[in-house]
C-alpha cells in the first residue's frame, strides 16, 4: 500500500488516500468519538523517549515528564509505565501522577508560588525534590517541614542569563523573566538554604525556555551551571545532581531541532570535560516526550470566501487548540482523506466569537463542508491549556497503541461544564 510520512510526525502517515495513526484511521475513529478529538500516538511518545533514553545510556539520570504539556491521565500513565518521573507545578498535577500510578520520589516540584498547603502535601506523599525558586520560598518551605518534623529535599533554580531565542512569552532564563534566582545571589542562597533547619539540600536547576531549536543555549547554560556547581561547593554546599530542565523543541514547520541524544552527547561531552561526567543528573522535558505525538481532528462546518480572505471554518477553536492565538503558533493542517482537485489559499478559524480564534493563517487546503482536517503537533500544550470559552464542552483523547485504540477522556457535557455552579434563587 502508499505510504506517505508527513515530515515530523513518523506515525502519522497517509495508507492510500486516507490519513492513519499507527494502523488506525483517523477518520474511523472521528467517526466513533465525534469532533473536535484529540488522537495520540504511544508509540511515538515511546520513541521520543527513547531518544533521551539512548543519550544518557550508562548515566544516573532521573527523566521527569514535564506533564504540564499534556496533563491527562492516559497520557501520565504511558511515562509512569516507562519509568519516568515527574516535573510537576501544583498539586493538582501531582494528584494526577498519583492518580495515573506514577511514584511520588521520582517527583519534583517546580513553579514560583507553591502555597503551604501544597508543600505540606507533597512532603506527607514523599516527593523527591522541591525546586526552589526565591529566598521567601525557602524559608516558607524549612517553616512547614520543620513543622511536620521533617527535611525537605531543596533544589534551587538559578537563573542562568543565557537568551534560548525562542518565543519571549516562553522564555525563561533571561533576567527579566519571574523565575529563579539571579547569578550573582546563587551562593548567598545556597548557604541561607543550607543552615535551615527543615531543608536538606540536594542539587541545583535551570530551566531557560521553551520550543528551543538550537543546542547553543544548552551549551551556554550548562557551562553558567557548572561554573555555579563549582562556586556553591567550594563555597561548603555540596550537590548531589544537576537539573537542566525541559525546553528542547520540535519540528512544527521544518524546524530542526537537535535530537535528545545528539544534544546530550554535546553536554556529557561538557559534563566530562569539565569533571562532572559522574554527577547525577535530571531533566524535565515536555514538549519534545508528546508534541509530535498528538493530532487534532477536526471536521469543516462552512466555507465563506469573501473578497479579502477566504475562511474555512471549522469545528475545533482557541479554546481547543490556543497555541495560535497565545503565540502566533503554527500547527500544519492537513486533510485526513485529501480531494484531488486544486486547493485555495485559507484562514483556517474556528466558531468562537473572537478574531483571535484562528488556527492557521493562509494555508493551501481543499476541502468541503464535512471533511476531516488534522491539526498536527497537537500532543502538547493543547489539551492542556484548553478551556471552556464560548461554554464548549472540552474535546475527548483517544490513545493509539498499534491497532488499538483506548478512549482516555470522554468529551465533556454541558452538565459536567455546570456541575459547579450555583443559581442564587430559584429559577
Ligand atoms: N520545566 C519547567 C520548570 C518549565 O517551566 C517547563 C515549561 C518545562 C520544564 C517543560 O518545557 P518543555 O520541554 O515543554 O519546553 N505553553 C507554551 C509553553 C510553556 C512552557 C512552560 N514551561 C507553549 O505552548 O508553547
Not at 511536620?148 to 519571549?168: F, K, L, W, Y
Amino acid at each position: 500500500m502508499n505510504s506517505k510520512n508527513l515530515a515530523g510526525q513518523p506515525h502519522i502517515a497517509y495508507r492510500g488516500d486516507e490519513l492513519f495513526m499507527e494502523d488506525v484511521s483517523l477518520s474511523a475513529l472521528a467517526q466513533q468519538h465525534g469532533t473536535p478529538l484529540f488522537v495520540y500516538s504511544k508509540a511515538a511518545m515511546l520513541d521520543a523517549l527513547s531518544a533521551y533514553q539512548r543519550g544518557f545510556a550508562g548515566r544516573e539520570v532521573q527523566i521527569c515528564y514535564a506533564m504540564k504539556a499534556n496533563s491527562t491521565l492516559g497520557v501520565i500513565q504511558v511515562f509512569a509505565q516507562a519509568g519516568c518521573g515527574f516535573d510537576v507545578v501544583s498539586l493538582g498535577e501531582l494528584t494526577r501522577v498519583l492518580a495515573a500510578g506514577g511514584q511520588a520520589r521520582k517527583v519534583i516540584f517546580s513553579g514560583v508560588g507553591k502555597k503551604r498547603a501544597e508543600m505540606r502535601a507533597a512532603l506527607q506523599a514523599g516527593i523527591g525534590c522541591f525546586n526552589v525558586e526565591s529566598e521567601a520560598e525557602l524559608d516558607v518551605l524549612s517553616e512547614v517541614a520543620q513543622e511536620m518534623g521533617m527535611r525537605a529535599p531543596v533544589s534551587i533554580r538559578v537563573n542562568p542569563n543565557v537568551d534560548p531565542q525562542t518565543h519571549p512569552y516562553i522564555s525563561t532564563g533571561l533576567k527579566g523573566n519571574k523565575f529563579g534566582i539571579a547569578h550573582e545571589r546563587v551562593v548567598h542562597t545556597y548557604q541561607r538554604a543550607a543552615a535551615l533547619p527543615g531543608l536538606n539540600v540536594r542539587g541545583i536547576d535551570c530551566h531557560i525556555g521553551s520550543q528551543i531549536t538550537q543546542a547553543s543555549p544548552y551549551l551556554d547554560a550548562m557551562d553558567r551551571m557548572l561554573d555555579l556547581v563549582q562556586a556553591i561547593e567550594t563555597a561548603g554546599v555540596p550537590l548531589h545532581h544537576i537539573d537542566l530542565g525541559g525546553g528542547l523543541g520540535i519540528n512544527y514547520n521544518g524546524e530542526t531541532p537537535p535530537q535528545a541524544d545528539q544534544l546530550w552527547a554535546q553536554l556529557l561531552a561538557k559534563l566530562d570535560a569539565r569533571g562532572y561526567g559522574k554527577r547525577a543528573l535530571m531533566i524535565e522535558p515536555g514538549r519534545s516526550l508528546v508534541g509530535n505525538a498528538g493530532v487534532c481532528l477536526t471536521e469543516v462546518l462552512y466555507l465563506k470566501p469573501g473578497e479579502q480572505k477566504n475562511f474555512l471554518i471549522v469545528d475545533a477553536a482557541m479554546n481547543d487548540l490556543p497555541r495560535p492565538a497565545m503565540y502566533q503558533a503554527y500547527h500544519q493542517i492537513v486533510p485526513v482523506k485529501p480531494r484531488s482537485t486544486e486547493s485555495q489559499t485559507w484562514d483556517v478559524v474556528g466558531p468562537i466569537c473572537e478574531s483571535g480564534d484562528w488556527i492557521g493563517h493562509d494555508r493551501q487546503l481543499n476541502a468541503q463542508p464535512g471533511d476531516l482536517l488534522g491539526v498536527l503537533s497537537a500532543g502538547a500544550y493543547c489539551m492542556s491549556m484548553s478551556s471552556n470559552y464560548n461554554t464548549r464542552n472540552r474535546a475527548a483523547e483517544v490513545l493509539v497503541d498499534g491497532a488499538q485504540t483506548h478512549l482516555i477522556r470522554d468529551r465533556e457535557t454541558y452538565a459536567d461544564q455546570m456541575r459547579q455552579e450555583h443559581l442564587s434563587t430559584a429559577p
